[in-house]
């Protein structure tokens, strides 16, 4: 049994930027010597999401589009009453995408498609430094 | 190699309900002996989820406010054309948010944000006891 | 410390199709030899989804009604102007949904609950073959 905790810091640009991981986690994982088994990546942060997407310039407005007729930026929100933070909308878009994403690995690579990328997805209103989590097992 | 089942017993009010789990599950793992690994909250049930949140009380509106968008409870279903629960909107948005969420450890401890909570929402329209499964690997 | 991977060979047809796959993940849990531990199951693309559901017909429209509330078929995605492959929608529900999900077992049993069906759903326009990756550990 291997366990190997690893940190991939990002620097983000205000929301909504979304920024492809999947080089750096396959670099990580096939560095490991564990060969098979899962990786799991986690934002310590309430502002922000880990999914999987095709990382290209479409989308990239796309998602976010959808992220704003779900969770708009200019209704009220109770959160913003209370913090005067003006991130009401982003808290809400990060609990319901997720701070987490596993991903299984065989023979040192990871599972995905060949359109799939891993991506975390900056929903806080200002640029923020964020170290996640690379949680390998195996 | 280890793997420790632990069970989570709770007893939520109706919905939307959003109880603060982290305690619990970092006692749980502080106290496995594993130092290490992962663990992975599991909801045995269609009516829930799990995710994280900043858990403060405008959040716990402002979250609910946008599961109520997404599928409000005051439209027409088809599961409630067959099974007059009343519950459609309590399933749909279980599947959205998920009944699982993987939280690496280090050293004993979550690695989650200081402004970050474990929470188990309940969905349903009634009370209900819940008894989560909480599985420590590492 | 064992790993163990499997795949499991799925014919969708087009969306929404949602294909329920406990039996099969059971029987592979329960034939791995593993008694306790956790099962990933990973999507390898970019336009399907993986969550849990109560499997029966009334939620089988009701699911996806949402995710059209949220993610219109009809309205302009950047993807398309792109791509021309009718399918932004599709991408940008697969990555809320998620591609992955991590269920627990104990004595070779998946801690699902009574009503609680794990489930692929096809989020592409066109019927496909899908691997899935069954990552069993424990």
Redo the contacts between chains.
């Keep these: 049994?291997?366990?190997l905790?690893k940190y991939l810091e990002i620097k983000s640009e205000g929301e909504p930027h979304m920024i492809d991981l999947t080089d750096e986690v396959q670099s990580m994982v096939g560095n490991s010597g564990i060969s098979?088994?899962?990786v799991?990546l986690?934002?310590?942060?309430?502002t922000g999401g880990i999914?999987?997407?095709?990382y290209?310039?479409?989308?990239?407005?796309?998602?976010p589009?959808?992220l704003e007729?779900?969770?708009p930026k200019n209704i009220i929100?109770?959160?913003?009453?209370?913090?005067r933070d003006d991130n009401?909308h982003s808290?809400?878009r990060?609990?319901?995408?997720?701070?987490?994403?596993?991903?299984?690995f065989?023979k040192g690579k990871l599972?995905?498609?060949t359109?799939?990328q891993i991506v975390f997805i900056e929903l806080d209103i200002q640029p923020r430094s964020r170290r996640l989590?690379v949680?390998i097992?195996?």
């Design positions: 049994m291997n366990v905790t098979n088994g899962i799991t986690f934002l310590p942060g309430s999914t999987t997407i095709e290209e310039d479409g989308l990239l407005k796309d998602f589009a959808m007729r779900i969770a929100y109770e959160h913003q009453k209370r913090w009401g808290h809400v990060a609990a319901v995408i997720g701070p987490s994403l596993t991903v299984p065989v599972t995905l498609g359109w799939q989590i949680q097992i195996g």
